[in-house]
Nanobody, 122 residues
Framework: QVQLVESGGGLVQAGGSLRLSCAASGRTFSSYAVGWFRQPPGKEREFVGGISWSGGSTYYVDSVKGRFTISRDNAKNTVYLQMNSLKPEDTAVYYC???????????????WGQGTQVTVSS
């Protein structure tokens, strides 16, 4: 079992930065890939990007490429989502999720955090 808890969300002005953390419990966390998803108000949950279990591979959707960076520290059982140059359209509830492989489909993920709200004002 893996339990995930996101933190670091908040209100930020356009152009600003936030760093989200995804803290995990469970000794097998380092064997899981982690994906970040977001759900804007009134919209479907969407994949943002992910990182392999080792941290050696990352993937980002085009809308965040060059602005968001995902990293992990397996010694701390934590994955990070650094978000720079934030835009109002980045406003959403952000979730981290764990999967055995780096996937872009929510149905491929076994464990989910509760989400953290990110609001970007214009």
């Amino acid at each position: 079992q893996v339990q995930l808890v996101e933190s670091g969300g908040g209100l930020v002005q356009a152009g600003g930065s936030l760093r989200l953390s995804c803290a995990a419990s469970g000794r097998t966390f380092s064997s899981y890939a982690v994906g970040w998803f977001r759900q804007p108000p009134g919209k479907e949950r969407e994949f943002v990007g992910g990182i392999s279990w080792s941290g050696g591979s990352t993937y980002y959707v085009d809308s965040v490429k060059g602005r968001f960076t995902i990293s992990r520290d397996n010694a701390k059982n934590t994955v990070y989502l650094q978000m720079n140059s934030l835009k109002p359209e980045d406003t959403a509830v952000y979730y981290c999720a764990a999967s055995r492989g780096l996937m872009n489909m929510a149905t491929s993920y076994d464990y989910w955090g509760q989400g953290t709200q990110v609001t970007v004002s214009s």
